[in-house]
């Protein structure tokens, strides 16, 4: 099937003044937000509700341990103290 040039060039249009206005794809380009995405819906507030939580059943958890942390953190605070 041959194109003539009648065909090729048959806008919708018959008055060049109703010639939609050109729109660049590269002018507006949208800008890539930085960073990592936000999942977290939780407030300030409710994140360290959450943090304090964990902390206390982990110390639960782990009891001679924490002890055990909390005296050698204890002695070397007296040390760099004299």
Known sequence: MT???Q???NPPFSNPDDMPDYVSIYE???KRKSGRPKT???TDEQKKERQRKITAAW???NYEYARLQSKILTAK???SAK
């Open 3 to 5: 194109i003539t040039q």
């Open 7 to 9: 065909q090729s060039f």
């Open 28 to 30: 507006m380009k949208p």
């Open 40 to 42: 977290c819906t939780l």
């Open 59 to 61: 110390r639960e958890n």
């Open 77 to 79: 605070k007296r040390e």
